[in-house]
C-alpha cells in the first residue's frame, strides 16, 4: 500500500500518521493553573531534539472549538513545568488525563495523584513516575495553516530518575535500567505498547 497524504483530509492525515511513526514516546506535562492548581495532559508528539542545550519538543494543538489546551497556555504565562515519562501501569491515570476538564479545573486532583516537591524549583513532579524532566520553556513557534500547532522547545534543567532504576557504573557512568522503569509509548487510535526487550548492538567503527 502507498498513502498519498497531499490526497487525504487532515483527520485521515492525522490518523495515518499516528499509525506508521511508531511507537512515541508520551510527554506526560505538569504545568501550573492561574490559581495555583495544576493542570496534567498527555502528549506524543515528543521527543529529543538537541543536547546543547537539552531540548525536548513537544507539539500541542487547539481545541476542538479553535482555543488554546490550558497546557500550552500555562506555558506561555508560567515558563516552568516538568515533562514525566509513564510507566505501563500507569496507562489508566495517563489516559484519564487527557479528558477536557474546564480551564482552571485540576487532573492532578481529579485523579487523586500524589506529587512530590523538589527544592530550587517551583513545580513539583508527579510521585510516582519514575521519570521526570523539570523543564523551562524555551520557545514556542507556531506552524500549519488553518488549526496551528505550538511547538514547544523545552529546555530541560533538572533531571529526576527513581534510585531503584538507576546507577553510577565502573565507568563513572550513568545506567539506566529502562526495563526497570517499563516506559509506555503510544500508537494509533486507542491503542498503546508495552515495554518489549532490551536489544543490543554495538556502533560500527
Ligand atoms: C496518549 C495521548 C497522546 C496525546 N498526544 C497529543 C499531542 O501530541 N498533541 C496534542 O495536541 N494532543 C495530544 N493528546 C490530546 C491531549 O492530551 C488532550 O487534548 C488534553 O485534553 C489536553 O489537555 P489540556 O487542555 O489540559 O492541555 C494526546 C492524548 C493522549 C491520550
Known sequence: MQIKLDELPTAQVYFTMTQTVLPRPIAWVLTENDDTSYNLAPFSYFNAVCSDPPLVLVSIGKQDDGRDKDSIRNIRERHEFVIHIASCEQLAELNQSSATLPPGESEVDAGNLALTRVSGFRMPRLSDCKIALFCERHDIQ??????????????????????ACAEINDKGRLKIHADRIQPLSRLGASEYASFGEVLFARRPD
Open 142 to 163: 507556531m506552524i500549519g495553516s488553518k488549526k496551528q500547532q505550538s511547538l514547544l522547545f523545552a529546555e530541560i534543567k533538572e533531571i529526576y530518575v527513581d534510585d
